[in-house]
């Protein structure tokens, strides 16, 4: 039996995060210089039913049985065999690399859920279609950050620009005009699940100027939409840098974001915000393709330790 193996990529939300999870609409894009990959063998020397999981990047060797039940890659794991009904699957192994850096807003955990689902369905003889597989990586990424939104686990699945409200069908977008963006990461980790409670407790404190903000951001969600279908991308720096205004009213920028911010827009971009959560990660600013390269070096310079440049296409 062969070894079957599936890869995801990273994402970068592009507008309307936060305001996402009060119903609110938002853009994610896949970025495709990262990925997780899972690999699934037969382990022909393995006791019946056994899974040996090895992730060396996090220190994980382990076996299947010695995860509890609520550790991410157990629960993406259990959920196929769950959804499967197999409650015994052959002895094998499954191996987990990735190249996305964790907690910096670039789906790594949704992404390896994505990776494990496919590898392991296909593994087993019946691969899930991408609502499946985006339903069960949505469990998993309850486990991560609580009250997701669902955005991470379908950018990931589809692997195309979505446009994403809560609890409706994916919307994939079109992209008429391709676009570059630059990434640029403040090396700070950021756990989602704090900065979406933060703004929570702000909300429930003052919902009223919440509400407004999560409403602003939502029409730019929209505006963007319309900029990207029409093939108007440069148009997407205002409503970048509207965004990122909206978003430090909000309370989720950093000295480091807003910083990177401005060294973008200094640089050349078109426009930029901080992307994701905030407080740390990334950073994105639209630029012209030629001055991808100064834009992030001009953002090396100032501190990121990472920059990705990522065009935007709609295949
Ligand atoms: O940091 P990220 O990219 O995982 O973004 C979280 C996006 C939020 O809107 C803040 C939360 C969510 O679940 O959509």
Known sequence: MPAFTASAPGKIILFGEHAVVYGKPAIAVPVTQVSARAILRPDPRGVPGSMHIQAPAVGLDTYLADLPDEHPLAAAVNG??????????????????????????????????????????????????????????????????????????????????????????????????PFTIVIGDTGISSPTAIAVGDVRRLWQKDPTHYEALFDAAGKIARQARQTIEAGHPNDLGALMDSNHALLQQMGVSSPELDHLVTVARQASALGAKLSGAGRGGNMIALVQPANAAYVAEALSNAGAVRTIATQIEGR
């Open 80 to 177: 196929v065999l769950s959804t499967l009904g197999v409650s015994r699957p052959l002895a094998c192994s499954l191996r987990i690399t990735s190249t996305i850096p964790v907690a910096s807003g670039l789906g790594s955990g949704a992404a390896v859920s994505v990776a494990i689902i496919r590898a392991l369905s296909a593994f087993l003889g019946r691969p899930l279609s991408n609502e499946q597989v985006s339903e069960l990586a949505f469990e998993v990424e309850k486990l991560h950050h609580g009250t997701p939104s669902g955005i991470d686990n379908s950018v990931i699945t589809y692997a195309r620009p979505v446009y994403f409200m809560r609890d409706q069908p994916i919307e994939v977008l079109r992209v008429s005009q």
